[in-house]
């Protein structure tokens, strides 16, 4: 069965970066969708960033403004979510996705999209 596991979340100051990891599991990993959400209490799961793992097609939400980069190595089956000058608003627990067809349609960051989520990795900005 599929699985993802996400790591690398943590809390830093304003200004700063992490690196997020996703592993995943039982499936090909080529040629398929990945994506990153974030969900804060009390609001809606939303579309962070998505990268198809062939195609090396990446999107990204507007509020990323070029402070986000997603990468995915095929080598390791796993992607990454690298967050450069991170803000308070960007606190959020952040989760993983997977599907093959998601990140290719124009509502890309629609979770409903995906089929496979990991557990999630917590990122705090103060």
């Known amino acids: 069965h599929v699985q993802l596991v996400e790591s690398g979340g943590d809390s830093v100051q304003t200004g700063g970066s992490l690196r997020l990891s996703c592993v995943a599991s039982?499936?090909?990993?080529?040629?398929?969708?990945m994506a990153w959400s974030r969900q804060t209490p009390g609001k809606e799961r939303e579309g962070v960033a998505s990268?198809?793992?062939?195609?090396?097609?990446?999107r990204y939400g507007d509020f990323v403004k070029g402070r986000f980069t997603i990468s995915a190595d095929t080598a390791k089956n796993t992607a990454y979510l690298q967050m450069d000058r991170l803000q308070p608003e960007d606190t959020a627990m952040y989760y993983c996705?997977?599907?093959?067809?998601?990140?290719?349609?124009?509502?890309?960051?629609?979770?409903?999209?995906?089929?496979?989520w990991g557990q999630g990795t917590q990122v705090t900005v103060s």
């Open positions: 990268i198809h793992t062939s195609a090396s097609r990446t």
């Open positions: 039982g499936y090909t990993f080529n040629e398929h969708c």
């Open positions: 996705a997977a599907d093959r067809l998601a990140c290719l349609r124009d509502n890309w960051a629609e979770p409903r999209g995906y089929n496979s």
